[in-house]
């Protein structure tokens, strides 16, 4: 059987650590700026870790690990 490929889209925004979580970005950053507060924009830098539910159901479906 060939080996399955990732999602491509999904490499793109998520990163799994060495320890096994799954990295993404905060949602809601990229128009409508204007509408959003200085502290929501503040607090939407960087990144997070996801939930760990969601991190293995991005695993499992789309990072192939």
Do not use: I, W
Not at 35 to 63: C, F, I, S
Request: with cysteine; charged share 35%; glycine share 6%.
């Amino acid at each position: 059987m060939p080996k399955l490929k990732n999602k491509s889209g999904a490499t793109k925004r998520f990163k799994v650590t060495a320890t096994g979580l799954v990295m993404c970005q905060p949602s809601r950053k990229r128009h409508n700026l204007r509408k959003r507060t200085p502290k929501m924009k503040r607090q939407a830098r960087g990144t997070t870790v996801l939930h760990e539910a969601d991190g293995k159901r991005v695993l499992r479906n789309y990072l192939r690990v």
